[in-house]
């Protein structure tokens, strides 16, 4: 399968705890996103990797959310002092540089739930 | 005013019919557009993309752009039950990021 991948599929966590996920892209993509999915929402921009620079970064993440992408290739996503608004599903997708039109395939994501 | 909207529905059609799914974007910077599926529980899958103002045609489906009036549609023709599922419509403006609407669910009824 040579598909974007995410790890863990599942993840329960208590409030307070740090969470850590896990994305990697596409072999040949060199563009990274994190997108966040609420219930009967459509997904939400995080932030997004060309090779290992971090390029954008949304509003909505704040100061307890930081990814990093240290070799251009997979990339972390880690919620510090987690809340009960984090649990969402946390999704990674990733393109390649010079598709003029920047189409996004999506990892299976990661549902995170804070208890 | 959302940047993307899309009616929630459900939108029902019977088993053979034509599933017309519709989406506003206000940006007219927007450059390309997608609809992707995603069955509940899942994460979503690129069905089809557009970037020039007509009709792409991808087996049974077709996606529909006018940026003059600002919108793209998806048909889906001879709707199958496996076609129940929520259809997001994303648009890109400047290469990087997607913005997506909330979704239209699609049940199709056998």
């Known amino acids: 399968d040579t598909g974007v991948s995410q790890d863990p599929r599942h993840k329960i966590t208590k409030r307070g705890q740090n969470v850590t996920f896990r994305c990697d892209p596409i072999s040949e993509h060199n563009r990274l996103y994190w997108y966040r999915q609420t219930l009967g929402q459509g997904p939400e921009f995080l932030t997004y990797f060309q090779n290992e620079a971090q390029l954008e970064k949304s509003r909505l993440l704040s100061d307890r959310f930081s990814a990093e992408r240290p070799k251009g290739s997979f990339s972390t996503l880690e919620i510090q002092r987690t809340e009960q608004g984090d649990s969402a599903m946390y999704l990674c997708?990733?393109?390649?540089?010079?598709?003029?039109?920047?189409?996004?395939?999506f990892g299976p994501g990661t549902r995170l739930t804070v208890l | 005013q959302k940047e993307v909207e899309q009616n929630s529905g459900p939108l029902s059609v019977p088993e053979g019919a034509i599933a017309s799914l519709n989406c506003t974007y206000s940006?007219?910077?927007?450059?390309?557009f997608f609809w992707y599926r995603q069955y509940s529980g899942k994460s979503p899958e690129l069905i089809m993309s557009i970037y020039s103002n007509g009709d792409k045609e991808d087996g049974r489906f077709t996606a529909q752009l006018n940026k003059a009036s600002q919108y793209v549609s998806l048909l889906i023709r001879d709707s199958q039950p496996s076609d129940s599922a929520t259809y997001l419509c994303a648009v890109n403006k400047y290469g990087n990021k997607l913005v997506f609407g909330a979704g239209t669910i699609l049940r199709v009824k056998s």
């Open positions: 940006d007219r910077v927007s450059q390309s």
């Open positions: 997708a990733s393109s390649l540089l010079g598709n003029p039109y920047n189409e996004q395939f």
